[in-house]
């Protein structure tokens, strides 16, 4: 639970640094706001594509590697 905590205490304060940093180039409260918010919106079609996929490398890696541990661990137990 802490760990949740404290990375929400850093994302408000990375979240909070970005809008000052906003504000003081001129920008109204409405725009740093946004800014702050949508990141992913200024990306190119090729930074999505890579952001897609890792994204799908990740899930598919969480998804296959428990089945492969399971079944050496039951191979071996049976030993």
């Known amino acids: 639970m802490k760990i949740i905590g404290i990375a929400f205490l850093v994302l408000s304060c990375l979240i909070i640094f970005s809008l000052v940093i906003d504000i003081s180039q001129q920008f109204t409260i409405h725009e740093a706001l946004n800014n702050a918010i949508s990141p992913f919106r200024v990306m190119g079609i090729g930074e999505t594509f890579a952001l897609w996929l890792l994204v799908f ?4 890696k969480h998804f296959i590697s428990p089945g492969r541990t399971n079944a050496k661990r039951s191979r071996y137990a049976l030993m």
Not at 57 to 60: D, E, G, I, M, Y
């Open 57 to 60: 490398l990740f899930l598919s």
